[in-house]
């Protein structure tokens, strides 16, 4: 598919999914004869990656990591039990990572919506004298 059914897809703007590819962490799969970048399902999934680690706060190179491992994990090569236990381990430290970041999230949601029933109460006492 082409860069604009992938931007529709993953909610991504043009701008940064070339910024992706500039930065290689998404390299499209193909190019048509005319030169438009072709993408396939297997690239969707990494910009899907990406856009769920960047609002909690990984770096480019974190999630360049992360797909590295998660490329070799998926990869046909043969790894050794080793080799796969310490892919693992990799992804195992991003899975906690975000899980702390989700609930940091959730406590700073919870406080937001604290502070906008305060407002809303305020609102209605005020309303009514």
């Given amino acids: 598919m082409q860069i604009g ?3 529709a897809r ?5 701008r940064t999914i070339r910024h992706y590819e500039e930065t290689g ?3 499209p799969s193909a ?3 005319g030169g438009f970048r072709l993408y396939t399902e297997t690239d969707v999934a990494r910009l899907m ?4 680690m960047k609002p909690l706060g990984f770096t480019l190179e974190q999630m360049r990591d992360l797909l590295d491992a998660t ?12 080799e796969r236990e310490a892919l693992l381990e990799r992804v195992r430290t991003y899975q906690q990572a975000a899980a702390e ?3 940091k999230l959730r406590v700073q949601l919870s406080r937001a919506e604290d502070f906008a029933a305060t407002l809303g109460a305020r609102l ?3 309303a009514v004298r």
């Fill in 5 to 7: 059914e992938v931007a």
């Fill in 10 to 14: 993953t909610e991504l703007s043009l």
């Fill in 25 to 27: 962490l998404v390299i």
């Fill in 31 to 33: 190019r048509s004869q």
């Fill in 49 to 52: 990656v990406i856009r769920r």
């Fill in 71 to 82: 490329d070799r994990l998926d990869g046909d090569g043969t790894l050794d039990d080793g």
């Fill in 101 to 103: 970041q989700v609930e």
């Fill in 124 to 126: 209605e006492q005020s």
